[in-house]
């Protein structure tokens, strides 16, 4: 499929004369998720909410970047010479698992209730990989800003504010 989408860029860049560059996008989230099932929003307003969120094992690794790095990113890929026709990978280039996210978000949280793992099968060969964020960094002058802990904290709180407006039940 990569190949095939490098394949279009190219056509669409020769054809119009227009500068493509490609990115490739890793796990993202934080605040503004829409999807209320990603895991982020699931697991915090379940949670909130007093229950148990149910999910898989949590063993699958993600490479796991916040919402706004990834804004930064693209931004950064707008201002950036010479990469025309490449593809920039933003990512945060490390690895963890989705049951250490849930398990962070339940300390945040600190509701006293245990998430339910292994509720629901895991899904069969999900890809793992991590972005190539020293590439990226030399290509485009970027790499991501939020840690993980800071991205989850600022996730629970956006939630939080919603709750406690009643825009959210």
């Known amino acids: 499929a990569m190949g095939a989408r490098r394949g279009y860029e190219l056509v669409v860049q020769a054809l119009n004369q227009t500068p ?3 990115w490739s996008r890793f796990m993202f989230d934080g605040p503004g998720q829409q999807d209320l099932h990603k895991l982020w929003p699931y697991v915090t307003l ?4 007093g229950e148990a969120p149910r999910l898989s094992s949590g063993q699958r690794p993600v490479d796991w970047i916040y919402v706004a790095d990834i804004v930064n990113g693209l931004l950064a890929m707008g201002l ?4 025309d026709g490449g593809t920039i990978e933003l990512g945060s280039g490390k690895l963890v698992t989705t049951r250490k996210v849930v398990e962070m978000l339940s300390e945040i949280i600190d509701a006293g209730i245990e998430p339910d793992f292994g509720a629901f099968p895991d899904r069969p060969m999900e890809q793992v990989r991590t ?3 020293q590439d990226t960094r030399q290509s485009i002058g970027w790499q991501p800003a939020v840690s993980l802990q800071q991205g989850l904290e600022e996730t629970v709180a956006w939630y939080r504010r919603l709750l406690e407006s009643g825009k959210l039940s």
């Open 80 to 83: 950036a010479a010479g990469i």
């Open 46 to 49: 379940s949670l909130r909410r």
């Open 131 to 133: 972005a190539g964020v």
């Open 20 to 22: 493509v560059v490609m």
